[in-house]
């Protein structure tokens, strides 16, 4: 099965993002999605950047948010979900 990356603003798409992953699973796909992260090191963007160049496919789901701008490593201030979509 393939390995999925799963990215979007969150508090406006909880709901949409719950019934996406769990379909994912369902149908057996690994998926990896911000609720899975947990505490390091790791700066959350460069995780997430990583996690998306490692999958075999990327999931977006956009919709009102822009998203989280992080301010380190981040000269053109876009968000965390713009740069996982550029990434992938």
Known sequence: MAK???SSTYNDLIIQR???YHVLQRMRH???AM???VAADD???DACLR???ACDIYIGIFAWR???IPLHGNPDRKSITE???SKA
Do not use: H, K, M, Q
């Open 4 to 6: 999925i990356y799963l």
């Open 18 to 20: 719950e019934a996406v």
């Open 30 to 32: 690994s998926v990896i």
């Open 35 to 37: 609720e899975d992260y």
């Open 43 to 45: 700066r959350p963007l």
């Open 51 to 53: 996690d998306v160049a």
């Open 66 to 68: 822009y998203g989280f």
């Open 83 to 85: 740069l996982e979509y």
